[in-house]
């Protein structure tokens, strides 16, 4: 990659994790277009067969195979994966064992879901062991083939479960070419060269999870890499006057007789009624960003990087990506 001012130089591999509601693929794809600026070619990756990529990128449902969706700002490319597990295994089975026609008679008859059943760990292999591919994967030139690669991972609670690939097969196999392509898999997965970040909401449960979620990586030996705080409000009214209304000493009176003097009420009774909705909204307002405040420290304990996502006013579409793209390249997140 050339040299651009990010807090992730040097990774190739972006994990992005966090509890569902929180916008992990939003923030996923927005990511993807953010590390593509300025004329690099990103691998976005999808893994739990919900199209969300293509959902987010108004597309046809994605195949099992890399194609251009978007172009990022600068001239850039984000390519996009949905894999497929099943198809994931017919490759598997083509490389070590050069069997791909009898695989396909195999997830004729479910082998693939009986296996999984045994050893559930053994689909998470799969899934992770292409992500890695792709990260390994160099051109004809010898260079990497893409300058990074975004994984769109399962929900926080099994983030550390599902690249804990070694652990998780080692009651499948202890020896041979499953046991092998697992450590290399776990290789990648814990390499300086791999960064897990978690989105989360100012809300306690998901910035909780957050936290818990860091702390079961670190125990795994697995990189944690930044936090996206998504779907940030701004403060629509000056400190002062949060201040005031947290301590009960918002002046509705005062506001009743400016709505009155502005002509935005019909009468002092209708100016009251007015105000005093009014002062409910900002007493509300106001709980709820002295809420945001203290998870915000909560956050910082936590001691990463840290990236604020501002709320999408007309909701997350093509546009919006870009901007939250923008805010990312910003903030020095890609």
């Known amino acids: 990659m050339s040299a651009r001012d990010s807090d992730w130089d040097g990774v190739r591999l972006h994990v992005v994790t966090g509890k569902g509601g929180t916008g992990k693929t939003t923030v996923a794809a927005s990511l993807a277009l953010a590390l593509a600026a300025g004329g690099r070619k990103v691998l976005l990756v999808e893994v739990e067969g919900r199209q969300g990529i293509a959902q987010i990128f108004d597309l046809p449902p994605l195949p099992y195979e890399e194609r ?59 899934v992770t062991g292409k992500t890695s591919e792709a990260v390994r994967r160099r051109g004809k030139n010898g260079k990497r083939l893409y300058d990074a690669v975004v994984l769109d991972a399962p929900p926080t609670g099994r983030i550390a479960r599902f690249l804990n690939v070694t652990s998780e097969v080692a009651g499948l196999a202890r020896v041979g070419p499953i046991k092998n392509h697992a450590d290399l898999v776990r290789g990648v997965m814990a390499s300086p060269e791999t960064a897990v970040h978690f989105v989360t909401l100012l809300e306690e449960m998901p910035v909780q999870e957050t936290l818990d979620g860091i702390t079961e990586l670190r125990a795994a030996g697995l990189p944690p890499g930044g936090i996206f705080i998504n779907m940030v409000r701004p403060a629509l009214l000056p400190e002062t006057c949060l201040r005031a209304a947290r301590q009960g000493r918002f002046d509705v009176g005062e506001l009743a007789l400016g709505l009155k003097a502005a002509g935005l009420a019909d009468g002092p009774a209708d100016a009251t009624a007015v105000a005093e909705a009014l002062g409910a909204e900002v007493a509300e307002h106001a709980r709820r960003t002295e809420l945001e405040a203290r998870e915000r420290g909560t956050l910082e304990k936590a001691g990463r990087h840290r990236y604020e996502l501002q709320l999408l006013a007309d909701g997350v579409d093509l546009a919006g990506l870009y901007e939250l793209a923008e805010t990312m390249n910003n903030q020095g997140a890609a």
């Open 68 to 126: 251009k969706i978007a172009v990022a700002p600068g001239g850039g490319d984000v390519y996009a994966l949905a894999i497929d597990p099943e198809e994931a295994m017919l490759e598997y089975l083509e490389m070590f064992y050069g069997m791909r026609r009898a695989g396909r008679m195999l997830t004729k008859m479910g082998v693939l879901d009986f296996v999984t059943t045994i050893a559930p760990g053994f689909r998470d292999v799969l």
